[in-house]
């Protein structure tokens, strides 16, 4: 056994020099071969074969130290490994935005606005439409008459948009917005589900011709013919027929909005009328103007080919805007007659006089003394009542800022306004354009004349809404001077 010589002076004395095991840390000795402490060979640098490799206290002994786990080198991947999980991330990023795509796109809602767009504009509309008819057969063709409708009536459209949306039917029942079969075998397919309609159309002679959009369908046979046509789609069709009756080449031809089974009348006669409205107004049969009516609100029309859908409106137009008269279904029996195509909510020539003679008794009511608690007219109405926004409304302010400066006038000593109506004319919106003149009288301080003038006003009045007046002055246009003179008393 190899025992331990003294160990030399420590590292921390002076001239001393520091010596220590490589392996285990522990201080040998100058001369000493192996460490004591861990069997090291100092002088070939390497664990003596009886001896452990391991520090050992002296107190206790440690475990074998376990070996080193080493680290495989990584292979990165080669070229046809990255292009094959490449390719597989591609995919999956296909197929999720695939399901995306198409969870949005064949929504109900999303295919209901395609729907509602290629009605509009006509064209494509066959992947849109199904049937449960055997004797409908659809195409875009059989579909143009829905588009010719509804192209040419945008607030109906929307109402079908929004009846197949809330309800899933149109408000006639010819239309149902519901699936039928699947895109892809995946995504629902949504169609409107239209229901064929079976009119009969009817005319009174022998002999003449009916036609379907422009195309010969039938010629009749014998008087009062009928035929019943082959099942088509709910839309708008143009019907004719045409013939000779007493000598005359007349044709009974409309345009037809066709969503039921019924029978359409395709007589040919003639009938005669007159209407009464506002002179001035353009008159219209079946959206066609025919002519303006006279200076006494008169407009004839003579031997006008009836039809059974026959309706005339009246139209007024102004600077102001257009105002029209309800639509007039015309009948048969209105023959030799006259038919009134009234303005709704244009207020009389009466009311209008008592109107605006109670206005200016409460402008006058202030040239006295100034005062506004004095512009009330005879029933004690303010003129403030007389305007929409009361005085908040400008024609308001500036009445008053007229009166009070007749008031302030040292020259003027008292005045006197009264007012004429001229004319009532409709306005848009269920207005009235009511043209009046007022008559200023001013008695001047120390003249022998009254001084009068003139002016005339185009206001436009509509109704109050149940006010005690019955209407107000929305606005009153620039006076327009017509008479200005000196009244000499003698």
Same mark, same amino acid.
């Given at each position: 056994?190899?025992?331990?010589?003294?160990?030399?002076?420590?590292?921390?004395?002076?001239?001393?020099?520091?010596?220590?095991?490589?392996?285990? /840390?522990?201080?040998?000795?100058?001369?000493?071969?192996?460490?004591?402490?861990?069997?090291?060979?100092?002088?070939?640098?390497?664990?003596? #074969?009886?001896?452990?490799?391991?520090?050992?206290?002296?107190?206790?002994?440690?475990?074998?130290?376990?070996?080193?786990?080493?680290?495989?080198?990584?292979?990165? @991947?080669?070229?046809? !490994?990255?292009?094959? @999980?490449?390719?597989?991330?591609?995919?999956?990023?296909?197929?999720?935005?695939?399901?995306? @795509?198409? /969870?949005?796109?064949?929504?109900?809602?999303?295919? $209901?606005?395609?729907?509602?767009? *290629?009605?509009?504009?006509? !064209?494509?509309? &066959?992947?849109?439409?199904?049937?449960?008819?055997?004797?409908?057969?659809?195409?875009?063709?059989?579909?143009?008459?829905?588009?010719?409708?509804?192209?040419?009536?945008?607030?109906?459209?929307?109402?079908?948009?929004?009846?197949?949306?809330?309800?899933?039917?149109?408000?006639?029942?010819?239309?149902?917005?519901?699936?039928?079969?699947?895109?892809?075998?995946?995504?629902?397919?949504?169609?409107?589900?239209?229901?064929?309609?079976?009119?009969?159309?009817?005319?009174?002679?022998?002999?003449?011709?009916?036609? $379907?959009? /422009? !195309?010969?369908?039938?010629?009749?046979?014998?008087?009062?013919?009928?035929?019943?046509?082959?099942?088509?789609?709910?839309?708008?069709? =143009?019907?004719?027929?045409?013939?000779?009756?007493?000598?005359?080449? $007349?044709?009974?031809?409309?345009?037809? *909005?066709?969503?039921?089974?019924?029978?359409?009348?395709?007589?040919?006669?003639?009938?005669?009328?007159?209407?009464?409205?506002?002179?001035?107004?353009?008159?219209?049969?079946?959206?066609?103007?025919? /002519?303006?009516?006279?200076?006494?609100?008169?407009?004839?029309?003579?031997?006008?080919?009836?039809?059974?859908?026959?309706?005339?409106?009246?139209?007024?137009?102004?600077?102001?805007?257009?105002?029209?008269?309800?639509?007039?279904?015309?009948?048969?029996?209105?023959?030799?007659?006259? #038919?009134?195509?009234?303005?709704?909510?244009?207020?009389?020539?009466?009311?209008?006089?008592?109107?605006?003679?109670? $206005?200016?008794?409460? #402008?006058?009511?202030? &040239?006295?003394?100034?005062?506004?608690?004095?512009?009330?007219?005879?029933?004690?109405?303010?003129?403030?009542?007389?305007?929409?926004?009361?005085?908040?409304?400008?024609?308001?302010?500036?009445?008053?800022?007229?009166?009070?400066?007749?008031?302030?006038?040292?020259?003027?000593?008292?005045?006197?306004?009264?007012?004429?109506?001229?004319?009532?004319?409709?306005?848009?919106?269920?207005?009235?354009?009511?043209?009046?003149?007022?008559?200023?009288?001013?008695?001047?301080?120390?003249?022998?004349?009254? *001084?009068?003038?003139?002016?005339?006003?185009?206001?436009?009045?509509?109704?109050?809404?149940?006010?005690?007046?019955?209407?107000?002055?929305?606005?009153?246009?620039?006076?327009?001077?017509?008479?200005?003179? =000196?009244?000499?008393?003698?």
């Amino acid at each position: 056994m190899h025992l331990t010589p003294f160990m030399a002076p420590a590292d921390n004395q002076p001239g001393g020099q520091s010596h220590f095991c490589p392996n285990c /840390g522990q201080p040998v000795a100058p001369t000493d071969t192996f460490c004591q402490n861990c069997g090291y060979n100092l002088n070939t640098g390497q664990a003596s #074969v009886d001896q452990p490799t391991t520090p050992v206290q002296p107190t206790q002994t440690t475990a074998p130290a376990k070996p080193a786990r080493v680290r495989k080198p990584h292979k990165p @991947w080669d070229k046809k !490994k990255k292009l094959k @999980w490449g390719g597989i991330a591609v995919a999956i990023v296909a197929v999720a935005g695939f399901f995306i @795509w198409g /969870g949005t796109h064949y929504s109900r809602s999303a295919t $209901l606005d395609r729907t509602i767009s *290629h009605i509009k504009s006509g !064209k494509n509309m &066959t992947p849109y439409f199904t049937t449960a008819s055997s004797d409908l057969k659809l195409s875009n063709q059989a579909l143009l008459p829905v588009n010719r409708y509804y192209s040419d009536h945008g607030q109906a459209l929307s109402d079908l948009k929004s009846a197949l949306d809330s309800n899933g039917r149109s408000d006639d029942g010819t239309m149902t917005f519901e699936k039928s079969g699947h895109h892809f075998l995946i995504f629902p397919r949504y169609k409107i589900n239209v229901s064929p309609v079976y009119p009969t159309v009817k005319t009174n002679h022998s002999g003449n011709v009916i036609k $379907l959009d /422009g !195309k010969k369908i039938a010629t009749a046979s014998v008087d009062g013919y009928t035929k019943k046509l082959d099942a088509m789609v709910p839309g708008e069709y =143009h019907l004719e027929a045409s013939g000779t009756v007493g000598g005359h080449k $007349l044709a009974n031809s409309s345009d037809y *909005h066709i969503t039921t089974s019924k029978t359409y009348n395709l007589e040919l006669k003639t009938i005669s009328l007159s209407f009464n409205t506002v002179p001035g107004s353009a008159i219209y049969l079946n959206g066609k103007k025919l /002519g303006t009516a006279d200076n006494n609100g008169s407009y004839s029309l003579k031997d006008e080919p009836w039809t059974s859908d026959m309706a005339v409106y009246a139209q007024y137009s102004s600077t102001a805007g257009k105002a029209t008269t309800n639509t007039v279904k015309l009948s048969d029996s209105d023959d030799q007659g006259s #038919v009134d195509l009234k303005y709704p909510d244009v207020i009389s020539n009466s009311d209008a006089d008592d109107f605006f003679s109670n $206005l200016f008794v409460a #402008v006058d009511g202030i &040239t006295d003394e100034g005062d506004l608690s004095d512009a009330t007219d005879g029933d004690d109405d303010d003129l403030a009542d007389f305007f929409t926004n009361g005085s908040s409304n400008s024609d308001y302010s500036e009445l008053v800022s007229m009166a009070k400066g007749y008031a302030n006038d040292a020259d003027v000593d008292s005045t006197d306004m009264t007012t004429t109506i001229k004319d009532v004319k409709p306005g848009p919106n269920g207005t009235s354009l009511v043209t009046y003149n007022v008559k200023y009288g001013f008695w001047l301080e120390d003249a022998d004349y009254t *001084h009068v003038q003139v002016l005339q006003y185009t206001a436009t009045v509509k109704d109050s809404n149940g006010s005690d007046l019955g209407y107000v002055i929305s606005s009153i246009g620039p006076a327009t001077k017509i008479s200005d003179y =000196h009244d000499n008393d003698d």
